[in-house]
């Protein structure tokens, strides 16, 4: 398939053809795997390893056989690693313990370049794919393409094991040594010491972003940022709305007081970060809560949507994914969820974009809020809705962008269903303050 390319993936091209550093920041659907296999072959790299989430594997093999003359190979024993062409290796085998996948890449031929993808997966330095890529396989990697369309989804903090594998120079301190990763997230995020439960020892909390501008300046020429209103410019911008939702007040009733004023200390506690296992039960009652309001209100929207329109849903449980299945079979949906198998998600896909009858596509946000497109000349999409939202504007703006890509037309609207006068409400404003410290750094 031949297309032109468009002038900002043509300008990222010629840096890394040069040998220049850069992170391809690109919004979702803005051609970031065509702009990375363009490179390689400008570049004549023969070995070009991919590292990815499992969710994306079969989309890089299908966009290496669509953009570039690449053999692709999906990697599914450390046989797979040796030879020429297009490597597609998951975080997950990367992951494991003693992984044989980090031995295999050690001895074998060293590849020409490496494009790490949704490279925010790399922002916990502690992670064993983070020590694997950025430590051990790294002298082997050859030139490396950081990608992804929300570097930092949750504060700038999270850029700092790329910058120190990557371009030291932007986390240079003034007496010209590295910055440490606590002094760089002293630098330019909000760092508070905090007290949780009965607990007399404080803990390290990060609040956010600062001295954004001078951040940007430092990424100047390695973070390529491009949005699609900027590039796009018949593509209207997203638009995200909420939709107060009215749930059984006696349900309501029976969710947990929590003993936190912060919404800050609310969102890291509802994300199991200090590991009290009861907060899973408090995420997984408010999806369940919501799930039959929700029923009822997507379904009179589709009575009210004009026939050949169709709709997007994410959830985060299998269970509310299984009951909006079946409470909106008269819409004959399709889903995605962690455990679709390769085949069974092809069907999915293909299905939504082809076929008339099949007017919703439901997804959790985890096995379908990447690596995907939901929009085609047989499928007009243009509304999301989630019915639970994740805790990261990432990733839901990653979610929403399934249909907020090239080939769309018309205006997105992302709708977050939230539980009328529960803790849901508060949940969205932490969401929104995240999602300005996003626009302040990138955009």
Known sequence: MIEPLYSFQADAITKIEVGHPVYLGFDPGLGKSRTALEAAHRRGAKRILVACHASGRYVWEGETKKWSPYLATVVKG?????????????????SQKLSPYIEAVLRGQ?????????????????????KAILGRMWPKLGTVIPLSGTPAPNHAGELYP??????????????????AQWQFEDRYCRVVM??????????????????????????????????????????????????????????????????ITSDDDLLDYLSGRYGDEHV??????????????????LDDFMRGLPAHRKILVFGHHREVIDRLMSGLADWSPVKIDGGSSPSERTVAINTFLTNHRCRMFIGNIAA?????????????CADVFFV????????????????????????????????????????????????????????
């Open 388 to 443: 639970e939202a994740s805790y990261s504007v990432g990733d839901n703006v990653q979610a929403a962008a399934r249909i907020h890509r090239i080939g769309q037309h018309d205006g997105v609207v992302a709708r977050f269903f939230t539980a009328h006068e529960t803790l849901d409400d508060r949940i969205q404003s932490i969401l929104a303050r995240k999602a300005r410290d996003f626009k302040a750094l990138f955009d």
């Open 110 to 130: 060293a590849f020409d370049l490496s494009v790490i993808d949704e490279a925010h997966a790399l922002k916990n330095p502690g992670a064993n794919r983070t």
């Open 162 to 179: 790329i910058l120190k594998a990557l371009y030291p120079r932007a986390i240079a301190g003034a007496n010209g040594r590295d910055l």
């Open 368 to 380: 379908a809020g990447t690596g995907i497109t939901l929009v085609g000349p047989m499928c007009a």
């Open 194 to 259: 905090k007290r949780f439960g009965t607990s007399p020892y404080p803990v390290r909390t990060i609040e956010g972003s600062q001295n954004l501008a001078e951040l940007r300046h430092r990424l100047d020429g390695f973070m390529l940022r491009v949005r699609k209103e900027e590039v796009l410019k018949d593509l209207p911008p997203i638009r995200y709305d909420l939709v107060p939702i009215g749930v059984d007040t006696y349900a309501a009733a029976a969710l947990p007081k929590l003993p």
């Open 280 to 297: 899973m039960r408090i995420r997984r009652m408010l999806g369940l809560l919501k799930v039959g309001p929700s029923i009822e209100y």
């Open 78 to 94: 450390p046989a797979d690693l040796k030879g020429d062409g297009v490597k597609i290796l998951t975080y997950g085998l990367i």
